[in-house]
T-cell receptor
Framework: DVKVTQSSRYLVKRTGEKVFLECVQD?????MFWYRQDPGLGLRLIYF???????EKGDIPEGYSVSREKKERFSLILESASTNQTSMYLC????????????FGDGTRLSIL | DAKTTQPTSMDCAEGRAANLPCNHS???????VYWYRQIHSQGPQYIIH???NNETNEMASLIITEDRKSSTLILPHATLRDTAVYYC????????????FGSGTRLSIRP
């Protein structure tokens, strides 16, 4: 079974802090993704990576950065957390082949106070 | 990606087959139909996908109409653990294309 593991299920941080969200997959997938999910807004893509050290902006990259130093690990960084970044963050991964599905982790519910 | 339309909610008796419909009348030739579900407070779970042929795996069956404008996800023997929001999406064949969920169908399984 595909396993995508996010480091924390729940996280509480303060405004202005630098926040790191970690994601690890054990299926040797080339593609990795970070989404956020908010009520009424659905799923929105923040960043994705198709290879080590490669990254592409999604639809809402502002205020975020990412790091992919190893194939299995994709980190999302909130440079200076703000209250509007309170959300459910979801990591996903997929093989870099035609029509391969994305597999999601269980999410990190992040609250910025 | 093409837009999909699903009923807001459905219910099904435990042990019976749950049939979840999805309309995707503007689907293009290189778009696949995917189904995911999301149990409360968990990440989305991939269920099944297909292009034009019917598909079956250990979780479900996917029936796609010949004109590809609609599909049905079938959970053959629903259990209480199948209570979730089910999302039907269509997306390009590229595995790197983003996923966009619509409102989905909230499926309730009654004992």
């Amino acid at each position: 079974d595909v396993k995508v593991t996010q480091s924390s299920r729940y996280l509480v941080k303060r405004t202005g802090e630098k926040v790191f969200l970690e994601c690890v997959q054990d299926m040797d997938h080339e593609n990795m993704f970070w989404y956020r999910q908010d009520p009424g807004l659905g799923l929105r893509l923040i960043y994705f990576s198709y290879d080590v050290k490669m990254k592409e902006k999604g639809d809402i990259p502002e205020g975020y950065s990412v790091s992919r130093e190893k194939k299995e690990r994709f980190s999302l960084i909130l440079e200076s957390a703000s209250t509007n970044q309170t959300s459910m963050y979801l990591c996903a991964s997929s093989l870099s082949l035609e029509n391969q599905p994305q597999h999601f982790g269980d999410g990190t519910r992040l609250s910025i106070l | 990606d093409a837009k999909t339309t699903q009923p807001t909610s459905m219910d099904c008796a435990e042990g019976r087959a749950a049939n979840l419909p999805c309309n995707h009348s503007t689907i293009s030739g290189n778009e696949y139909v995917y189904w995911y579900r999301q149990i409360h407070s968990q990440g989305p779970q991939y269920i099944i996908h297909g292009l034009k042929n019917n598909e079956t795996n250990e979780m479900a069956s996917l029936i796609i109409t010949e004109d590809r404008k609609s599909s049905t996800l079938i959970l053959p023997h629903a259990t209480l653990r199948d209570t979730a929001v089910y999302y039907c999406i269509v997306r390009l064949y590229s595995s790197a294309s983003k996923i966009i969920f619509g409102s989905g169908t909230r499926l309730s399984i009654r004992p």
